[in-house]
């Protein structure tokens, strides 16, 4: 916020990447709704931004918060006049107020130590397209996560991204293996800068079979 200006913003959203846009245009929509409510009129908004490039609807964007709408900024926002945030809502009470913060907290807990049930599916199934990539950032990005989401949430199952992504790694060397495969092609299929490397993860893996 500054002397002119009051701005709404909207993100966090960890689920389904393919899904993002349509999240976010929900929650846009849901935030124009509720100040509709809260002060009893549609309000003049100043600016749409939104974080990714502009999809096959980018001109109803405009049409619905008639303003400027602006893609591919850093984050989801949605402006207006900052004088907005002293008017007097017609609705208020005091009460149901205590009652919603309350209820809005509790959400907010909630979401904040939710898993998706197919986290771990989803994750395999982006490890095992991508055998080679050792980029925590662009395997989570596939997942529409931060890094540290992923492994706060990984921990919290009693694993982790790399635990993870060894297994797989494991899982298509041993495969490879029973197909006659040479080290150093499965070294370099598997992203291993030689196969020095892989021998070694090879013998890691042996005793953890032993155990």
Same mark, same amino acid.
């Not at 509709?36 to 096959?56: E, K, S």
């Not at 909630?110 to 990539?133: K, Q």
């Given at each position: 916020?500054?002397?002119?200006?009051?701005?709404?913003?909207?993100?966090?959203?960890?689920?389904?990447?393919?899904?993002? +846009?349509?999240?976010?245009?929900?929650?846009?929509?849901?935030?124009?709704?509720?100040?509709?409510? &809260?002060?009893?009129?549609?309000?003049?908004?100043?600016?749409?931004? =939104?974080?990714?490039?502009?999809?096959?609807?980018? /001109?109803?964007? /405009?049409? *619905?918060?008639?303003?400027?709408?602006?893609?591919? !900024?850093?984050?989801?926002?949605?402006?207006?006049? $900052?004088?907005? &945030?002293?008017?007097?809502?017609?609705?208020?009470?005091?009460?149901?107020? %205590?009652?919603?913060?309350?209820?809005?907290?509790?959400? %907010?807990? %909630? @979401?904040?130590? #939710?898993?998706?049930?197919?986290?771990?599916?989803? @994750?395999?199934? *982006?490890?095992?397209?991508?055998?080679?990539?050792?980029?925590?950032?662009? &395997?989570?990005?596939?997942?529409?996560?931060?890094?540290?989401?992923?492994?706060?949430?990984?921990?919290?199952?009693? !694993?982790?991204?790399?635990?993870?992504?060894?297994? +797989?790694?494991?899982?298509?060397? /041993?495969?490879?293996?029973? %197909?006659?495969? /040479?080290?150093?092609?499965?070294?370099?299929? =598997?992203?291993?800068?030689? !196969?020095?490397?892989?021998?070694? $993860?090879?013998?890691? #893996?042996?005793?953890?079979?032993?155990?």
């Amino acid at each position: 916020m500054n002397a002119d200006l009051a701005r709404v913003t909207v993100g966090g959203y960890t689920y389904r990447a393919d899904l993002l +846009v349509l999240n976010t245009d929900m929650c846009l929509a849901a935030v124009r709704r509720e100040i509709i409510d &809260l002060i009893g009129r549609v309000p003049t908004f100043r600016r749409v931004g =939104l974080a990714f490039p502009p999809p096959a609807h980018a /001109s109803v964007y /405009s049409d *619905i918060f008639d303003c400027e709408v602006t893609f591919d !900024t850093e984050e989801n926002f949605l402006e207006f006049d $900052a004088d907005l &945030l002293d008017i007097r809502l017609p609705l208020a009470h005091s009460i149901e107020f %205590e009652i919603s913060r309350r209820a809005c907290e509790k959400r %907010e807990f %909630e @979401l904040s130590h #939710w898993v998706p049930a197919d986290l771990v599916g989803r @994750l395999f199934g *982006i490890m095992y397209d991508n055998p080679t990539c050792q980029d925590v950032v662009k &395997l989570t990005g596939k997942l529409g996560m931060s890094p540290r989401s992923l492994q706060r949430k990984l921990k919290e199952m009693g !694993t982790s991204f790399s635990a993870l992504h060894d297994l +797989v790694r494991r899982d298509i060397a /041993s495969r490879y293996l029973s %197909e006659n495969k /040479s080290t150093k092609e499965i070294a370099a299929r =598997l992203g291993y800068k030689n !196969t020095s490397a892989f021998s070694r $993860a090879m013998k890691r #893996w042996s005793k953890l079979a032993g155990d």
